[in-house]
C-alpha cells in the first residue's frame, strides 16, 4: 500500500490522534495532497469515537497517525486503551496506514488489530522531522529503508522492515538536502522582493526542485496592491501560455505515445473541415515549432466591442440561456454560435508569406480541437484524467471557480477595454475567455507547487509515482530543437535556449542546451534543466491591475531568479563554500 498510489479526496483521509490542527505530520500529507484532515483528542468518549468513524465511512484509506505518546512501558508508552479501540475498529472497515511516533516495543498495543492492518509506518519519536519524514515516507517522497533493533515477539523479529522505492514522488528538504548552501538562496529573496518594491507584480510563487527534493518553496506579497490578501503557497494563478505545454503539448504527446496522432502529418487528416482551405495543408510539427505561416493572434474580442459592431448582432447577455451558454466572466455569456466565428476567422486568416519562426496562438487553440476530436474528450477533461488526477496536482486544471473559493485564487488583471470588470477566477486572454475557459493556447490554472511536479515529470522522461505518463523517447522527440540551424530555437511546444551568441533568449546564461519550458503573458515561468536535475517555477500576476506593466520583463527578473539558482549550486559546490558548511 505504501507509497500511496493515486490520491484522490473521494476515497483517502488522514486522522491524527492525540494532535491538534497544523500539526506537522498532515502539514506535510497536504504537501503531496489535500486530504481531508481529521483530529481527536487522546482521551475521547464514545460519543466522539462514533461521530468521527461516521465522518470516516465514505473514505477507502485511512491514514492514522498517533501523537503525545510516552517512553515508559509502565504507562503503555503513553498510548490508551480509546486509541487502541479506535485503531482496531477502523482497521476492520478501512485499508489503514498506521503511522505511530513512540517506542518500537509499543507496537505490541495492537495486535488485535494486526490481521486488519494494511501498514505500519514507525516513526520512533514525537518531533517535527520524525513526522514530515513518516508523511514522506507514506506519499514516497523519501524510501523507508528502516530496520526494527529490538525484537517484538511474536510479530515482529529483530530487522523486520519493508525498503520501500527511492525517488517515488518528489521530497521536501532543506537546501543542504539538495547539496545548496542556503546562504547562497538569500539573493533570489532579494531579487523577488525588490521586483515588489519597483511594483513589478503584487506578488507571487517560486518553486524550486533539484533532484528531486522540493528545497525552495516561497510565497511573496500580495495578490493585489492593496496588501490585504498575503499569497499563500496553495494560492492558484492564471498560467497564462503555460497551458501550451502543460495541457496542449502534454495532451499530444500522450496521444503520440498512443499512435493516435503523428507530427508529420497535415492538420486536415485530424480536422477534416480544414480540407480545402490554406490551413488544412499545414504540418504539425511546424504548427507546434511555430513556424506554420500562421498569424500571431487575432484579437477576436474586438469586434464585439459596441464601436465596433456594425452589423446589429447581440454577442453577449448578462444572463446565461440557450443562446448565450458560455461564460466569458462574470454576469458575462457570449451567443452559442460566437465559437464558429472565432473558428471561421482562423480558418480564414491570411498565411505569412515565409516560413520564419513566429510565435502563434492559432495553432494550439487548432491543437484543443484535434486533442478533443481524437479523444473524445475536451481539453480539460482530457488532461485532467490523463496527467492532474493521477499526478495528485488538485490545483491545476480550467475554470478554477468550480473548484475553490475566489480567495483562493489570485486575480489577474482590471480589464477596462473589454469585460469591463476585475479578471478574477476567469482567464485572462480574451481569446480562450471568449472560447468559455478552456483553449489549447490559455486558461490552464495552478499553483507554483503542482506546476513543478509536471515539469518534474518532464524531466524524469515521463515516469513518475510508479506510473509512465510518457514514453521517453516522446520527451525527447518533444524537448530537442526541431530545426537545428535555423533561426527557431523552438522545440515541439517547449522552448529552448537561444543558441546565437549574446541574442537574449527566454533563459538565463547558465541553462543548458538540453534545458527546456516555457513563459506566459500573466508572468509566469517554467523551466526544466536535465542536466542539473533542477526545476524552476516562477508564477505571478504582473498584469493586475494593467496588462501594460512590463516591468517583470524590463527588470528580468524571472531570468535573473534562475540564474542566481544557478550560482548557488555552483558556489555550493566550490571548496570555499564546502569548508564553510
Not at 404 to 423: A, M, N, W, Y
Request: glycine content about 8%.
Amino acid at each position: 500500500l505504501i507509497p500511496l498510489h493515486e490520491p484522490s479526496t473521494a476515497s483517502m483521509a488522514s486522522l491524527a490522534i492525540g494532535a491538534g490542527q497544523g500539526n506537522a505530520f498532515q502539514n506535510m500529507l497536504g504537501q503531496y495532497f489535500p486530504l481531508p484532515l481529521f483530529t481527536i483528542p487522546k482521551n475521547h468518549g464514545l460519543q466522539e469515537s462514533g461521530q468521527l468513524i461516521k465522518a470516516l465511512e465514505p473514505f477507502e484509506v485511512v491514514v492514522v497517525s498517533i501523537h503525545g505518546n510516552s517512553l515508559f512501558p509502565t504507562s503503555q508508552y503513553g498510548i490508551n486503551q480509546e486509541t487502541i479501540n479506535l485503531v482496531n475498529t477502523l482497521a476492520k472497515s478501512k485499508k489503514l496506514v498506521l503511522s505511530l511516533f513512540a517506542n518500537p516495543y509499543s507496537l505490541h498495543l495492537f495486535r488485535e488489530a494486526l490481521a486488519d492492518l494494511d501498514a505500519i509506518v514507525l516513526g520512533y519519536q514525537e518531533g517535527p522531522q520524525f513526522e514530515e519524514a513518516a508523511a514522506q515516507v507514506i506519499f514516497g517522497g523519501l524510501p523507508a529503508r528502516g530496520k526494527l533493533p529490538v525484537g517484538i515477539t511474536p510479530n515482529f523479529p529483530l530487522e523486520t522492515g519493508i525498503n520501500t522505492a527511492n525517488g517515488y514522488r518528489v521530497g521536501f528538504g532543506d537546501p543542504e538536502d539538495a547539496g545548496i548552501n542556503s546562504e547562497f538562496l538569500e539573493k533570489i529573496d532579494s531579487i523577488v522582493e525588490s521586483g515588489i518594491k519597483e511594483k513589478a507584480y503584487p506578488g507571487c510563487q517560486v518553486v524550486l526542485i533539484k533532484d528531486g527534493i522540493v528545497f525552495y518553496n516561497k510565497s511573496f506579497g500580495y495578490h493585489t496592491y492593496d496588501s490585504t490578501r498575503p499569497v499563500q503557497p496553495t494560492d492558484i494563478y492564471d498560467l497564462a501560455s503555460l497551458t501550451k505545454i502543460a495541457a496542449t503539448t502534454a495532451s499530444v504527446m500522450s496521444l503520440s505515445d498512443l499512435g493516435m496522432i503523428e507530427m508529420d502529418r497535415p492538420l486536415e487528416d485530424y480536422l477534416p473541415w480544414l480540407r480545402g482551405t490554406d490551413k488544412g495543408g499545414l504540418i504539425l510539427r511546424e504548427v507546434m515549432a511555430h513556424q506554420a505561416r500562421l498569424q500571431s493572434w487575432i484579437p477576436f474580442f474586438r469586434e464585439t466591442l459596441p464601436e465596433n459592431n456594425t452589423t446589429g448582432r447581440t454577442f453577449y447577455s448578462k444572463l446565461i440561456s440557450e443562446e448565450f451558454p458560455v461564460e466569458v466572466a462574470r454576469d458575462m455569456y457570449i451567443e452559442r454560435n460566437f465559437r464558429d466565428t472565432i473558428f471561421s476567422r482562423i480558418t480564414t486568416s491570411p498565411l505569412r508569406n515565409n516560413r520564419n519562426y513566429l510565435y502563434s496562438d492559432l495553432g494550439f487553440i487548432l491543437l484543443s480541437e484535434i486533442i478533443q476530436t481524437i479523444s473524445g474528450l475536451p481539453l480539460d477533461r482530457f488532461a485532467g484524467q490523463s496527467f492532474y488526477s493521477p499526478l495528485g496536482l488538485s490545483t491545476m486544471g480550467f475554470r478554477p471557480l468550480e473548484r475553490f473559493p475566489p480567495e483562493r485564487i489570485v486575480p489577474s488583471e482590471i480589464d477596462t477595454l473589454f469585460r469591463k470588470q476585475i479578471i478574477h477566477g476567469y482567464v485572462n486572454d480574451p481569446g480562450a475567455a471568449m472560447l468559455g475557459g478552456v483553449a489549447g493556447h490559455a486558461g490552464l490554472f495552478s499553483n507554483a507547487l503542482d506546476l513543478a511536479v509536471l515539469m518534474q515529470v518532464f524531466l524524469q522522461n515521463g515516469v513518475y509515482a510508479g506510473r509512465e505518463f510518457f514514453n521517453e523517447m516522446t520527451i525527447g522527440e518533444f524537448t530537442r530543437v526541431q530545426f537545428a540551424g535555423s533561426k527557431n530555437r523552438r522545440g515541439l511546444g517547449f522552448d529552448k535556449p537561444s543558441s546565437v551568441p549574446d541574442e537574449p533568449g527566454p533563459a538565463c546564461e547558465r541553462a543548458s542546451m538540453a534545458s527546456f519550458g516555457h513563459s506566459g503573458f500573466t508572468g509566469t515561468y517554467a523551466w526544466v534543466d536535465p542536466e542539473e536535475k533542477l526545476v524552476y517555477v516562477f508564477l505571478s500576476n504582473r498584469t493586475y491591475p494593467d496588462q501594460s506593466n512590463r516591468k517583470l520583463v524590463e527588470l528580468d527578473i524571472r531570468t535573473s531568479i534562475h540564474q542566481a539558482v544557478y550560482e548557488a549550486i555552483d558556489g555550493s559546490r566550490s571548496p570555499a563554500s564546502i569548508y564553510k558548511h
